[in-house]
Every structure is written in structure tokens, then in C-alpha cells.
């Protein structure tokens, strides 16, 4: 298979019959079996349905790790599956850079340049490093400084564990986090410009076919009067092994869904994207069959 190139400008890292009674009576055990495995599994809530449906798909594509959370917008509750995971952001961390970018410009009391919204456009369509390069160093002089603000905007997102140490898309994130920056994408902020933030939801529906897995899967299905965005992610870690990411929002009939899906461990990348694809699908096919019960 031939990979894409990584999405994020950091080095390429090196690495890895019985008859009669009998039949009857192994006819009834296997039975009463059936019965008991079925009446445990009636027990269950539909958050460890999802649980177990999400241990199926990981040991079915063989990741390493898989991380999945979401959080439903009409009954603010979420969901988190292996929420202690790290993972390389890669480029959804450019969904980040434009909203910092954002806020720098609302600190100012200006909206998005013209030069600002091309870059962006770039970088989240066609997830181009140049354009998040040239965004990324709009917050400041130094790196140091455009890692403080971009880190500043996580901590007004309710993000806790993530941070930029002086660069982009090499640092880890979990999806937990990822869904706090997704939330921020349905909803908004008083710190940046409302249109602007309409701008890059646009940007987010997934045009490009490298937007086309993860949460990008989803608007294959979605009638006309529903909305699918996302930013996906790609990146080798010092194994030489694929961390693939997808974020994003699904806005569907029963409502609206902050989406984040990550795993690692693949030499081959499209496996690694067919996972979090199945992932996402699962979450929300849960989350809207049981829609007040997964939190």
C-alpha cells in the first residue's frame, strides 16, 4: 500500500453427532447456556454495549489503542471509551489554530483577514501545512509566545491535557480534549467572532477526499436536512506505525453530536482510518438509538 505523507511538518521518525439422551441433554445445556449469556447480556447498559461493541472493532482491525468520546448537545451528556489515552494530535490541531487565530483577532476587535481566511481554508479543505504554518505564526513573534496563546485558547475550550511546546501537530492530545474543541465548533464563544466561526464550519464539511473517513464517513447517509463536519489527521510515531484522528460534529435528526475517534499502532493506514470510521458510526448509531441513556 502506499501511505500518504504525513499531514504535520516534524520528521519522519525510524521503528515496528451424539445420539439419544446424550444429544438431547448437550442439546438442553448448550441451551440453558444461550439463556444465561443472554440474560447477562440484557443487563448490560447501552454504554457498555457500546463498550464491548468498540473492544470488538479494535481487536477485529488489531490496534494498539483505540480512544473514542462524543458528547450529545440536546441531552449534555458524553461518552468516553479508554479516555486515558495520548496520542499525536497530527493535523486536527489545525481546527485549534484557526480558533486561537480567532480569538487573537477578536482581541483586537477585528474579524478574520482576507489573508487569514485563504490560510485557513487551506489548512482545514486540504489540510495544508504551509497555510497552518503561516496561521500558527500569526499568534506571535517568537514560538514561545504562539504556543502560550494557542495554549491560552485550549484553557478557554475546558481543554486540561493538551498543550503545544513550542509547535504544532507532534504534541499529544486525547479525544476527550478533542471533543471540548469540537463543542466550541457547534457552539461557539464569546471570544471570537460568531461569522468567523460560521466560516470555519463551512470549511469543515469535508470536501477534500482526505476528510472523507472518520466523522467525515458519516455524510455519506445524512439526508439534506443534516450536517456533517469534520478534520481528520494522519501521523507516524517513532515506530513508523500510523496514529490516525478524526473530530468533528454530526448534526442529525436526533440531534447534534461533538465526535472524536484515535488510534495507533497501523502499518497500514487505511486500516487505521476504516477503524475510527466503524468507531464513529458506532458511537452515534448508540447515542441515537439510546439517546438520554449513554453518559
Known sequence: MTS??????????????????????????????????????????PEQVLSSKLD????????????????NHVTNQGFQYHPE??????????????LAVMRFQHEKNDQLTDEQNQAMKASIEQSDNDATSQLFGMLGTTNTERADFLNGTYQKMGVTNTSSSEGWGSNETNPVDQVQIARTVYD??????PNDVDYLRELMHAK??????????????????????CKNGWLPDTDNLWNLNTVGVAILDAGAFSLCAMTKGFEDQTQG?????????????????????IQ
Do not use: C
Not at 521518525?13 to 448437550?26: E, K, W, Y
Not at 496520542?87 to 489554530?97: L, N, W
Not at 467525515?216 to 463536519?229: C, H, I, M, N, T
Not at 482510518?273 to 441513556?293: G, P, R, T, W, Y
Open 208 to 229: 477534500d477526499e482526505s476528510q472523507s473517513w472518520g466523522v467525515g464517513a458519516l455524510k455519506e447517509s445524512r439526508q439534506d436536512d443534516q450536517d456533517v463536519l
Open 273 to 293: 482510518e476504516k477503524l475510527v470510521s466503524d468507531s464513529i458510526a458506532a458511537v452515534v448509531e448508540a447515542m441515537v438509538n439510546h439517546n438520554d441513556k
Open 85 to 98: 489515552y495520548r496520542g499525536y494530535e497530527a493535523s486536527i490541531v489545525k481546527v485549534s489554530i484557526a
Open 4 to 45: 500518504r505523507a504525513p499531514d504535520v511538518n516534524v520528521p519522519m521518525f525510524t521503528r515496528r453427532h451424539m445420539v439419544g439422551g446424550f444429544a438431547l441433554g448437550a442439546g438442553l445445556m448448550a441451551a440453558g447456556a444461550w439463556r444465561e449469556k443472554n440474560a447477562a447480556a440484557n443487563q448490560l447498559t
Open 188 to 193: 461557539g464563544a464569546e471570544w471570537a467572532n
Open 56 to 71: 470488538e472493532l479494535a481487536q477485529t482491525y488489531g490496534a494498539d489503542e483505540l480512544s473514542v468520546a462524543a458528547f
